[in-house]
């Protein structure tokens, strides 16, 4: 006879019977240990600005920390000011994201920066709504740069706070995998009520995942809310939602469109077909990838079988 499943080991709602008023059990610790051991960061710093916020949060998309520091040091010395980005072609945006992947964030990032220097005179609007109007912002990017840049209140989900709320308050060793509306209601029940306190609570609660309630590796000994947390409380529950979805690299078009792109990014001339054609063996797939990349406007193809980085 199967035993009954224990349902998951849940902290109390807001408004709950115990009267625990929404996170505020969890805020002060959480924030406390990030005052103690948040990476020391170019876009935390001052003199990085809203601009600066918003560059990070579109290469860090995806992006391990280390990959981006580099790129994104030089990207700021070459274009401290979104009108800086907005005044060179879309093309140097792309050569200048080198390998970070996903080269479409660099011609969306390249189109906030002209909407931000025609629409609110070079400076980075500090609205939600004026920056979710901006080309390629979405809900995430729009509360980040709101929260992080101008200490705004907003519920800021990326995967790593949706674990930290997975596991601390609803008990499962991992979130849906895509956002659901129960997490964004969530979200927003944990926030602290003062503005400032809630933009830290939101670095707070995602440098914790980053760092400490880790995908794989987690290291509770480290934890601030290891003691209050409902998946440790519970023991620690194997995941039984749909399967982690992996992230494949070798072989799929994604490596060749990557290939592509470096000749690309690599010439400051236009390049013929047969120096494309040279970087990968599979004829079918290479012209697909060709294709794609055209599609998306992250290739510009000339007559005579040349093709270029884009120039508008």
Do not use: F
């Given at each position: 006879m199967t035993a009954p499943t224990k349902p998951p080991h849940t902290v109390p709602a807001p408004g709950s019977p115990d009267g625990s008023p929404g996170g505020g059990h969890l805020h002060a610790p959480v924030i406390t240990w990030f005052d103690e051991h948040a990476r020391d960061l170019p876009w935390r710093r001052p003199e990085a600005g809203p601009?600066?916020?918003?560059v990070s949060e579109f290469m860090l998309q995806q992006t391990p920390v280390n990959r981006v520091l580099p790129v994104y040091e030089q990207w700021m010395a070459r274009w401290p000011r979104p009108a800086d980005l907005a005044e060179d072609a879309p093309g140097e945006a792309v050569r200048a994201w080198g390998r970070l992947g996903y080269p479409r964030r660099a011609l969306r990032l390249h189109g906030a920066a002209v909407a931000i220097t025609e629409r609110h005179g070079g400076d980075v609007p500090s609205d939600h709504a004026q920056l979710l109007a901006l080309p390629g912002i979405g809900e995430y990017t729009a509360a980040a740069v709101a929260s992080f840049a101008y200490g705004r209140r907003h519920a800021v989900l990326d995967t790593n706070v949706r674990r930290v709320f997975a596991r601390a308050v609803t008990g499962v060793q991992y979130p849906p995998n895509a956002t659901t509306a129960a997490e964004r209601k969530l979200a927003r029940a944990l926030l602290p009520e003062?503005?400032?306190?809630?933009?830290?609570?939101?670095?707070?609660?995602?440098?914790?995942?980053?760092?400490?309630?880790?995908?794989?590796?987690?290291?509770?000994?480290?934890?601030?809310?290891?003691?209050?947390?409902?998946?440790?409380?519970?023991?620690?529950?194997?995941?039984?939602g749909p399967p982690r979805r992996g992230q494949t690299y070798a072989?799929?078009?994604?490596?060749?469109?990557?290939?592509?792109?470096?000749?690309?990014?690599?010439?400051?001339?236009?390049?013929?077909?047969?120096?494309?054609?040279?970087?990968?063996?599979?004829?079918?797939?290479?012209?697909r990838a060709l294709d794609g990349l055209v599609a998306d406007g992250l290739v510009e193809p000339l007559p005579?079988?040349?093709?270029?980085?884009?120039?508008t």
């Open positions: 601009w600066g916020v918003m003062e503005e400032r306190t809630a933009a830290r609570w939101a670095a707070a609660s995602m440098e914790l995942g980053a760092l400490v309630c880790t995908a794989k590796n987690e290291t509770c000994h480290r934890c601030p809310i290891a003691t209050q947390c409902a998946w440790r409380l519970a023991g620690k529950p194997e995941h039984e072989g799929t078009d994604r490596q060749v469109r990557g290939k592509l792109l470096a000749v690309l990014r690599e010439a400051h001339a236009p390049v013929p077909q047969a120096a494309l054609d040279r970087v990968w063996h599979e004829p079918v797939q290479r012209a005579g079988g040349r093709y270029r980085l884009p120039l």
